[in-house]
């Protein structure tokens, strides 16, 4: 079991930044795939980025290319997505994913743990 919890969410103005934290705890893996997604009301939640272990490759989204990027500490327990350039469109509930290193990490089903979500609302 992996436990996931989301922190860094809030309000905050078009053109700011934001910066969400995951800490992991549970079970480890040597090598893994964590990653952020994230749902807007009325929409199906969307891959954001994606960091693999142990080489930490990371991935993103076109949407967010450019503006957000996911990092991990030398621990390899916690997982940043810093957010830079917020639209309006960023609006939605983030949140944090876990699972075994996946070729295919940008769907849901390539992660087997969740987080509980967090709330990034960005106003124009």
């Known amino acids: 079991q992996v436990w996931l919890v989301e922190s860094g969410g809030g309000l905050v103005q078009a053109g700011g930044s934001l910066r969400l934290s995951c800490a992991a705890s549970?079970?480890?893996?040597?090598?893994?795939?964590m990653g952020w997604f994230r749902q807007a009301p009325g929409k199906e939640r969307e891959f954001v980025a994606a960091?693999?272990?142990?080489?930490?490759?990371?991935y993103y989204a076109d949407s967010v290319k450019g503006r957000f990027t996911i990092s991990g500490d030398n621990a390899k327990t916690t997982v940043y997505l810093q957010m830079n350039s917020l639209k309006p469109e960023d609006t939605a509930v983030y949140y944090c994913?876990?699972?075994?290193?996946?070729?295919?990490?940008?769907?849901?089903?390539?992660?087997?743990?969740w987080g509980q979500g967090t709330q990034i609302t960005v106003s124009s």
């Open positions: 549970g079970r480890t893996f040597s090598t893994y795939t």
């Open positions: 960091i693999r272990r142990p080489v930490s490759s990371t």
């Open positions: 994913a876990a699972g075994p290193y996946s070729e295919i990490y940008n769907r849901r089903t390539s992660y087997d743990y």
